[in-house]
């Protein structure tokens, strides 16, 4: 099993613009999550999907975020437009259930200058 | 509402010492408890987990944790330290019903002296 996927691992970007981000659940994994970590906040959930469906997006800080799951293989995190402080690392991670172990990915490193 | 709070943002313990990370939990029924671990640059790393059963939960790498309802803690342990032990610790909390996900604590950093 090749895990949790994450693009790109790295992202420096400037600020104004756009930024997506990919993650590719385990297969089989009904449940994926976005968090978002900071040395100030810690790990943040910042919404996830249950087959597909948004569940619960109240972790997102605002309406620069959007989060879509088109399919059950492949979700993305878009920043629009992107600030400085939402330099942080994005996990995705995945479980078969909502309460069950939640397998992270690497992580995707973003930085807004 | 479900919480956790690690109430050790850095511990340092010498390789090759014991070591326990404490993790009390707030929750009405009885929990899903997890620990995981994350190194430099990496995602999280389950370690071990308890959903029912023997209250004492052995993982990977050495660790173990235990689960006592009436302190609400789910402490882990590890009898020698090795240096690549070093890493941050998180304990989570989840609700066995429904649409509930997952509460992650705020990490303790584990330093390791020679």
């Known amino acids: 099993d090749a895990g949790v996927i994450q693009s790109p691992r790295h992202e420096v970007t400037e600020m104004g613009q756009e930024v997506t981000l990919r993650c590719k659940p385990i297969?089989?994994?009904?449940?994926l999550f976005w968090y978002r970590q900071t040395m100030m906040r810690g790990l943040e959930l910042l919404i996830y999907?249950?087959?597909?469906?948004?569940?619960?997006d109240s972790g997102m800080p605002e309406d620069r975020f959007s989060a879509k799951m088109p399919n059950a293989s492949f979700s993305t995190l878009k920043i629009q437009p992107s600030e400085p402080r939402d330099s942080a690392v994005y996990f995705c991670?995945?479980?078969?259930?909502?309460?069950?172990?939640?397998?992270f990915g690497p992580g995707t490193r973003l930085t807004v200058l | 509402a479900q919480s956790v709070t690690q109430p050790d943002i850095h511990i340092t313990v010498s390789e090759g010492a014991s070591l326990e990370l404490r993790c009390n939990y707030s929750y009405g029924a009885t929990p899903y408890l997890f620990w995981y671990v994350q190194s430099p640059g990496q995602g999280l790393q389950l370690l071990l987990k308890y959903f029912s059963g023997d209250t004492l939960v052995q993982g990977i790498k050495g660790f173990e944790a235990e689960f006592k309802r009436s302190q609400s803690s789910f402490n882990l342990r590890k009898p020698s330290v090795h240096w690549s032990d070093a890493a941050e610790y998180f304990c989570?909390?989840?609700?066995?019903?429904?649409?509930?996900?997952?509460?992650f604590g705020k990490g303790t950093m584990l330093l390791v002296s020679p």
């Open positions: 989570a909390v989840g609700a066995n019903s429904g649409y509930s996900t997952l509460t």
């Open positions: 999907f249950n087959n597909n469906v948004p569940i619960d």
């Open positions: 991670a995945s479980s078969r259930q909502g309460t069950d172990t939640q397998y």
């Open positions: 297969s089989g994994h009904d449940y």
